[in-house]
DNA sequence: CTGTTAGCGCTTTCAA
DNA sequence: TTGAAAGCGCTAACAG
């Protein structure tokens, strides 16, 4: 049970703990030939395995990243670990993923005991509630990299979708199409930046195209389970909107749900844009439209930046890369619409 | 940045380290209240965070769990690790996740590496291809829990769903609707004991019933990419199947896609059963029916068992969890066939 | 009630 | 080209 040390494979081999220790760190230069194969035949004997604890000690690296994805249910959080775990395997490390639930303690706790555990850096998506802590981490040099949520106040390595254009493209998509009582649904804002983006997009788009805004199509939803009252006020406006655009994969699913329930048809009655992918998308009647950001590459490449920034901790210098998201068209948008200009 | 140690906050109360030491492991019995309140304080003062990586090696428990699943790709690995680090995280472990992509030179790597790490157990869903190594585990008495699927030779905690009963049922489900030419579609067997168990049932429901097992309506698939090819041949039978069974989430997925490439018609030209849950699959047309694991809860369950282990690692006793699936009766089926006894 | 001491298993000068 | 020795930060007898 990984209970054979260093000291035992030595004594093997007659040699020293030391040489030993080298051979393990490649440190092959001084060695002669017969001693390197003599260690290597003992720790094949023993079945050897060294104890990343104890070395961690030492050199203090533990080869470990923590990662605090905001809510594991999205398929979002579950996909940007993956990219994560992927690029980090590849080299050799090691991830803790931690769920907080957009819970701001949660997310406190979890950072402490990342930090506790000696993890080398940090990849969040954070509540943008703890950045008292988090400002100190910065400027203390440790590792850090946002993902997915701009922070207030916080100069970080960072990954961010290019939210307010997808927002844009899916508005503009609906107009092309003749639509202009466009409708969002978005969850509540609080003080995240992905979805105050989404929502800017939508004002933006509606500005560009001297399309007035008219608060009644705006919604936002505190707790998902109001879905069915919230769709239903829209639906049963004077003027309600042609058209509705959900701003992520929640919303969306819950949407459909009571669209479908209410035998509300897509696109003739309503007209539909979603966010987030899903193998089960076009698999819908009708498939589904959907603003489709590049998840697992956003884990790629903020693990790529936290290794990076841990290799190399004295750069002062801050990367961001802003992904660009792509609006997939299927068919929940229907065709162009009668009566337009 | 954790630079503060034990030394520093003892000096700061004026303490000795030990003391300190047993503060933080809440051994106060013979600490005077007013030692104790120096001592809060001064960790306040400084931010002191203790070096859990010291710790461990200390005490020989690093308090983390080593989780590998077969295919992060799938869902159903997602759920399980869920539970997994729910329950975890409730009771102070952490959890690395490691993904073997079913692959079991890679499964051998992570479980080394685990172990390297000193995690204090395992969970894993094995491909049944590293007996050798996870027996001597065992047999060492280290805390292992297998989750999934069952090993060959191999006595330890686990939990499963009840497989056989689960495609018994949905084959039973065919049957009582008035099905007698019923298709099964599987990932290739390989040496998995939950594909052999679905299969197994299959037959089985078919023998119950008397009827006639047709090697032409069992298909099993190596690349999923081969999806088309296979239903295709299927549904050109000279009798083609009327109900077409898929074994996991995959598969159904990609059986759903061609159907609707096709314009085959669902259920009035087959019936279908997947496997498997999803929150898109009640907004299908039609509606999905499928079989249900209670993947969350075998998560948490398998938890719980390794963590009971891991606290008591003496008890030779085995503890194996089967949990029941659900039929969801949805829509996919259709209703009683004409013509039927 | 508190401090002294001896490690946990490994790495890393430095000296030989 | 190899070994001796010190120490990473913490815990746990044991002594006082």
Redesign the interface.
């Known amino acids: 049970?990984?209970r054979v040390k260093m000291e035992d494979v030595a004594k093997l081999a007659g040699v020293s703990k030391s040489t030993v220790s080298q051979y393990l760190n490649k440190r092959y230069e001084y060695m002669s030939i017969e001693t390197r194969q003599r260690i290597e035949q003992a720790i094949k004997e023993t079945g050897y395995?060294?104890?990343?604890?104890?070395r961690?000690?030492k050199v203090k690296k533990?080869h470990?990243i923590g990662v605090i994805v905001a809510n594991?249910l999205h398929y979002f959080s579950?996909a940007i670990s993956?990219g994560i775990?992927?690029y980090c395997?590849k080299h050799g490390f090691?991830?803790?993923?931690?769920?907080a639930d957009d819970n701001p303690v949660k997310e406190r706790e979890y950072i402490?005991?990342l930090?506790?555990?000696?993890v080398d850096g940090l990849i969040l998506a954070s509540t943008n509630e703890n950045n008292d802590l988090l400002k100190k981490?910065v400027e203390?040099?440790?590792p850090l990299v946002l993902v997915d949520r701009k922070l207030d106040g916080i100069e970080a390595d960072g990954v961010f979708s290019n939210n307010v254009k997808a927002s844009v493209d899916a508005i503009s998509h609906f107009i092309k199409l003749g639509h202009r009582s466009i409708a969002l649904f978005s969850p509540a804002i609080k003080k995240l930046s992905q979805r105050k983006e989404r929502y800017e997009g939508y004002l933006r788009a509606l500005s560009q195209h001297h399309i007035e805004i008219q608060e009644q199509y705006i919604k936002f939803v505190d707790k998902i389970s109001d879905t069915r009252k919230i769709i239903l006020e829209l639906l049963h406006l004077p003027v309600p909107p042609t058209a509705l655009f959900c701003t992520n994969d929640l919303t969306t699913?819950e949407t459909?749900?009571v669209l479908?329930e209410e035998k509300v048809n897509i696109p003739s009655d309503i007209a539909v844009i979603g966010f987030d992918d899903?193998?089960?998308?076009?698999?819908?009647?009708p498939p589904l439209t959907t603003v489709v950001q590049q998840t697992y590459d956003m884990g790629v490449k903020s693990a790529e930046l936290l290794l990076n920034k841990i290799e190399n901790p004295h750069s002062k210098h801050c990367t961001v890369h802003i992904m660009d998201c792509q609006l997939i068209v299927r068919e929940s948008c229907g065709f162009l619409r009668a009566g337009v200009d």
Do not use: H, Y
Request: charged letters at 20%; one cysteine or more; a positive charge.
């Open positions: 049970m990984a395995q060294r104890n990343v604890v104890a961690s000690l533990t470990t594991i579950t993956r775990e992927d395997n090691n991830v803790i993923v931690c769920n402490e005991m930090l506790a555990k000696q981490l203390g040099g440790f699913i459909l749900k479908k899903s193998p089960w998308l076009q698999l819908l009647e």
